[in-house]
């Protein structure tokens, strides 16, 4: 069962939610690099990450499943966020070039599903990046954070998962060394800078950005016998016609009279 969306809001409006917010969104922005012009989706809960691009991207949405439920984005804005069937995204085929699933596979009935359809609405050699809870992390430990709920990954089974999707994955990186307890938020960036060198294993969060990738298949021409039959009448030219006077005293044939 998926975590309400109040219950998320309310965990990115603490201050280990923002401490969250800050140390993903960060790798999320390195990997990416300049955005301008493109167009990004939100998938899951990823409003809080998503924001950063939105000064520079020619179109930021975000879609949240059903069973989680949706919140208006930005506050006091036009309303850039919809509610979504996990295996039916309500967007044209190859629309985005950009995704981020934030809270979107750990708590999903049918993660393959979720994917192939980011695999539909993503752009040829579009990216996505899939943020979720490492599994060997204290954070998919503690029911505190939405990140404690639902099914960790590994980051093989992450790639795993998205090679099946038919996404190649190109790159990957860890984020959250801060314990997930409150008032150790104070000192996430000290954390994160220690942790990617002394512990790396036990970051909060494994990230992994995978490429959409599409081929142009020629079709092969299959190889068929035939069977041509003789035909059954062959016609002969036709002859010269030559007449023949019968001779003299000769006998006459049938029907022959004399003259």
Known sequence: ??????????????????????????????????TTGLDILGLGYATPFVGFFRPVARRVVAAMPAQQGVEVWPAGEKNLTCLAGEDSLPFANALFDRILAVHALEESPDPLALLREVWRVLAPSGRVIVAVAARNGLWANSEATPFGHGRPYSRSQLAELLREAELEPS?????????????????????????SRVWPKFAGVVLTEAVKQTFAVKPKGARARVRIAPPVLTPAPAGPRVLVEPRAGAPLGAGETSP
Do not use: I, N
Not at 5 to 30: C, D, T, W
Not at 176 to 184: A, D, E, G, T
């Open 1 to 34: 069962m998926r975590r309400d969306v109040l219950e998320l809001r309310e965990f990115y409006a603490s201050p280990l939610g923002e401490a969250a917010r800050q140390m993903v969104g960060r790798k999320v922005s390195e990997a990416w690099g300049e």
């Open 171 to 195: 790159g990957w990186t860890r984020a959250l060394y801060v314990p997930p307890v409150s008032w150790m938020s104070r000192w996430a960036e000290g954390f994160e800078q220690a942790g």
